[in-house]
């Protein structure tokens, strides 16, 4: 029996609490076991360090908000410290390989947030530097200012990337002790509003999933200054439906070879199989998640499965994956999580 313990980071303006968790059978096929992990304001993305033993979130409070840190302990969460320093609330986190940096996103504020950490006991230290971004897009409703959406390390952690949904860019820094160095800026379409961005396993090759115009950016990435330069782009819904969508998450098998992009208001994942190089994408299928509005989804440590948090029918769904086809099944098993928003799994079983 192998059963993988897994956490959800949700709204808590109804019947969300912060942070649930679940835990998955892949013998079964079945998710189980639903509670209430640690009660945390609007902890609507959590993230785990290398060594599973520090959970970090974003959380609602002071000012505005900033990040809250918990020890992990035989898979429970134990909070340790939080720092609300920021003007607003962050709707992302990530962490450095070493877990001595945080970097968080800021959706109201336009800006990419660094955070010090002490590695040894996971505290969070201060806030070290905070890079704001200005501008507009031609969507008036959705840029009309920054809305920083993503801020992650690049593969070999020279780079430090912030997407912005606000103003059509991504953004290349470099981090410098305590210091955020602005080195590049790519411009999207106009109105495509990008949203995340995940990076291929080996080849020099970015996907970034666009909120607005439902697409996925196929960009070729210079690890040595940090540029990107767009070699395609493919639509994540189909092409004759006209209501209500925008791109959620995107995530990718660890081999490479397949690229999941989420859809809210058309309630689907989009599978991609990318070539050899990665240089390009094409279509393998697109799924009904089964819920309404999904907001967030990964692959479990085996990678065998997918599974999806709907914000709005508060389900959690599981479904199976063929790591040879990359194509999504139906498990037939869901747990009940309110304004699931978010998804991280533990590795370790």
Request: charged letters at 25%.
């Amino acid at each position: 029996m192998t059963i993988y313990k897994g956490f959800v980071g949700t709204y808590t303006k109804q019947d969300g609490k912060g942070i649930h968790t679940f835990e998955l059978d892949t013998d079964k096929a079945e998710l189980f076991n639903a509670a209430v992990a640690a009660e945390v304001n609007n902890s609507t993305y959590v993230t785990i360090n290398e060594n599973e033993t520090f959970l970090y979130a974003v959380e609602k409070g002071g000012k505005g908000g900033g990040l809250a840190a918990f020890a992990i302990e035989n898979g429970q969460l134990k909070k340790l410290n939080d720092v609300l320093d920021s003007e607003g609330v962050p709707c992302h986190v990530t962490l450095n390989k070493n877990g001595t940096r945080a970097f968080s996103a800021q959706y109201h504020t336009g800006t990419a947030e660094m955070y010090s950490i002490d590695a040894e006991t996971g505290k969070l230290g201060d806030l070290l530097d905070v890079a704001t971004h200005e501008g507009t897009g031609p969507n008036p409703d959705r840029q009309e200012k920054a809305h920083t959406h993503f801020f992650g390390a690049t593969n070999d952690e020279r780079f430090v990337i912030a997407v912005d949904l606000g103003t059509d860019e991504i953004v290349t820094y470099e981090v410098a002790g305590e210091d955020l160095l602005k080195k590049a800026v790519f411009n999207t379409e106009p109105g495509a509003g990008p949203r995340h961005l995940v990076f291929h396993p080996t080849k020099p090759v970015a996907y970034v999933m666009t909120e607005l115009s439902n697409e996925v950016l196929v960009l070729a990435f210079n690890d040595q200054d940090g540029t990107f330069e767009q070699l395609s782009s493919i639509k994540t819904i189909p092409a004759d439906f006209t209501e209500n969508s925008q791109g959620s998450a995107i995530r990718i098998s660890s081999d490479g070879r397949f690229v999941y992009a989420g859809n809210r208001g058309h309630n689907s994942i989009a599978v991609f199989e990318a070539a050899e190089d990665g240089r390009d994408l094409s279509l393998v299928e697109i799924v009904s998640t089964k819920g309404d509005w999904p907001r967030d989804f990964d692959l479990d440590p085996s990678e065998k499965f997918i599974i999806v948090a709907h914000e709005k029918t508060h389900n959690v769904v599981l479904f199976k994956r063929s790591p040879e086809t990359g194509r999504l099944a139906p498990a037939h098993s869901e747990v009940t999580i309110p304004e699931g928003v978010c998804v991280a799994f533990l590795k370790g079983k």
